[in-house]
Structure formats: structure tokens, C-alpha cells
């Protein structure tokens, strides 16, 4: 089954301590992006990769670090946690960038930073 | 700088009824798509209905329909019959074509419920 898989669903975490949100696509996509969701301002997009070893910032990258050393996996990295980076996170690829190929939506994780 | 906005953060609406969700956008490309997305309560993200918006016939989906304004820059969405299972999140999204970064922009959302 074509799909992009996110883990863990939920997390909960102190502030400062390092943690990762991993995500890896099975469908060969080149395009991959992250995305996190607050109340009241919707998805907001963090970084994106347009292929193994190019990434890029996004709108709200601050805090946040990525990396995309394979075609699938393509994970979030959260050097020190702060509890404003509480938020529903979405990872999502796409077969390429330029054309609307269609996104696919990992089922998200929701994080908690105390 | 695009921005896309939905006036109405919570709607209701009777079962087998109709509801329209508003949206609107800003932006100065000529290509471009704008999408609606569903999130129930699983938050899975799922996409209802795309336009691109150099096509002038609206796009229809079983139940959901579009009304496509590009001049007005509005992007409405239509639900006929509305069904228990319609109760989520509705997202509208924009994309610019033949960009570099594929980057979803997304209005704040409306929650739809969906009454017996």
C-alpha cells in the first residue's frame, strides 16, 4: 500500500531534550515536506526536500532541523525542545515539485513539550 | 506573498442538507491550484477536491463541488446531502504551479458538524 508513515502517533517530552520524528515514503517520491498544525493557523509548512541531499527552510523553521541522506526517509529533528513547538506534525511527499502530482499525508504525530 | 482565508471557523448543518464553506485567496500567479482538504477527528488529511485554476469548468466530486471565482479569488466548496460522516475539519489550500517548493499554503479552517 502506497503511503507515507510517520512515528511515533503521540509524544510527550521535557523541554530540552533532543527527539525525532521520523517519516519514510514508499512510493519513490521526490518531493518531501513537513508541515505542523496549530489551532486557528492551520498548516504551516516547516522545511521540505526536493531530493536526496537538497532541503530547504520553509515558513516556520526555527528550532527544527531535517535531513534527507535517503529517497524515503526524510525526518524531523528537534535539537531542544521548547513548549511552543507543541503542535500536530505532518510529513507529506509528493512524486515531484513544479506540478500538483498530488500529496500524500503521513496520520500525523501529536507532540507534547513540558 | 500568498494567503488564503476562511471566514467561517465553525458551521452546522442538518443531515441531507447542503452547507457551503468559504475561501478565499490572494495571490498574483496566473498558475496555480487550490485544493480542499478534510481532516476528521482520525486527523488523517484527506483531500475532497482540487482546481487548477487555468481550468474555467468547476470540479465536481460525487457530493462536493467547487464554485471556482478566479476573478473574485474565491474558492468555494459545496456538500449536497450532507452526511454524518462529513463531520471534520475542512482545510482550503493553494499551490503555485511550476514553483520550485511545492508548498501547500492552507486557510485556518472551518469545523463542520453535521446534525442527526
Known amino acids: 500500500e502506497a503511503q507515507v508513515t510517520q512515528n511515533p502517533r503521540y509524544l510527550i517530552t521535557v523541554t530540552g531534550k533532543k527527539l525525532t520524528v521520523t517519516c519514510s515514503q514508499n512510493m519513490n517520491h521526490e518531493y518531501m515536506s513537513w508541515y505542523r498544525q496549530d489551532p486557528g493557523l492551520g498548516l504551516r509548512q516547516i522545511y521540505y526536500s526536493m531530493n536526496v541531499e537538497v532541503t530547504d527552510k520553509g515558513d516556520v523553521p526555527e528550532g527544527y532541523k531535517v535531513s534527507r541522506k535517503e529517497k524515503r526517509n526524510f525526518p524531523l529533528i528537534l535539537e531542544s525542545p521548547s513548549p511552543n513547538q507543541t503542535s500536530l506534525y505532518f510529513c507529506?511527499?509528493?512524486?515531484?515539485?513544479?506540478?500538483?502530482?498530488?500529496?500524500?499525508f503521513g496520520s500525523g504525530t501529536r507532540l507534547t513539550v513540558v | 506573498a500568498q494567503t488564503v482565508t476562511q471566514s467561517q471557523p465553525e458551521m452546522s448543518v442538518q443531515e441531507a442538507e447542503t452547507v457551503t464553506l468559504s475561501c478565499t485567496y490572494d495571490?498574483?500567479?496566473?498558475?496555480?491550484?487550490l485544493f480542499w482538504y478534510k481532516q476528521p477527528p482520525s486527523r488523517q488529511m484527506i483531500l475532497v477536491i482540487r482546481?487548477?485554476?487555468?481550468?474555467?469548468q468547476n470540479a465536481t466530486e460525487n457530493r462536493f463541488s467547487v464554485n471556482f471565482q478566479k476573478a473574485a479569488k474565491s474558492f468555494s466548496l459545496k456538500i449536497s446531502d450532507s452526511q454524518l460522516g462529513d463531520t471534520a475539519m475542512y482545510f482550503c489550500?493553494?499551490?503555485?504551479?511550476?514553483?520550485?517548493?511545492?508548498?501547500?499554503?492552507f486557510g485556518t479552517g472551518t469545523l463542520l458538524a453535521v446534525q442527526p
Open positions: 507529506a511527499s509528493s512524486l515531484s515539485p513544479g506540478r500538483d502530482y498530488g500529496y500524500t
Open positions: 495571490t498574483s500567479e496566473n498558475n496555480y491550484y
Open positions: 489550500a493553494f499551490m503555485r504551479g511550476g514553483g520550485a517548493t511545492n508548498k501547500l499554503i
Open positions: 482546481q487548477e485554476a487555468y481550468k474555467q
